[in-house]
């Protein structure tokens, strides 16, 4: 398997999706709970290494270590925990298959589906911190949501962890707000 290395927007998602699997961020339901659900989330993300069953706990612990990256985003801390993310790179190269060469970081032969991750997030965290700065990890800003995201938007106001989800359970619980706002009989305020 090979990584580009100057795609990072998709490794910085991959990490993204990888730390939003914890079971925190859906009140204790693990999201990667077994080596099934494993399996479809590297399919998912087009990672496509055999698994084996100790990749399950290996994999548990690289979320942690992610997670604790994006909590704690100083430059130095990032650049340092993410290039220990990527020793299970093997070979540094070239794709020349089109017309732009780009940068590509292959795996070391016998390397596990929690490598696999373990580079992409390298990489990905190591990408966005050189191109966008250590200010784009963030927690995300649903008041009741513990989920945290790298946000590689081309403006950097990306708010939520999960857009479709945290984005839209704020917009209802304003909505819910400004409607109760509005439907408050008056006279009641000191
Ligand atoms: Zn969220």
Not at 72 to 90: D, E
């Amino acid at each position: 398997m090979q990584v580009a290395l100057d795609d990072y927007v998709w490794a910085a998602g991959v990490a993204t999706d990888l730390v939003n699997t914890a079971p925190e961020v859906w009140h204790g339901e693990d999201k990667l709970p077994d080596l099934d659900s494993l399996v479809a989330f590297a399919e998912l993300h087009s990672i496509l290494v055999d698994t084996r069953p100790s990749d399950l706990r290996a994999v548990h612990r690289l979320r942690v270590t992610v997670r604790d990256l994006i909590d704690h985003p100083n430059r130095a801390g990032l650049v340092t925990g993410a290039t220990a993310l990527t020793s299970a790179i093997g070979v540094l190269s070239l794709d020349a298959s089109s017309d732009h060469a780009r940068w590509t970081a292959s795996l070391r032969p016998g390397a596990t589906v929690s490598d696999s991750f373990s580079l992409v997030c390298g990489v990905g965290i190591l990408g966005a911190v050189r191109a966008l700065g250590a200010e784009r990890f963030r927690a995300c800003g649903a008041p009741v949501c513990r989920g945290a995201f790298i946000d590689t938007t081309r403006p950097g106001r990306r708010r939520y962890c999960m857009p479709g989800l945290c984005g839209n359970r704020v917009n209802v619980a304003n909505h819910r707000a400004r409607r109760a706002t509005t439907h408050t009989p008056r006279g009641h305020q000191a």
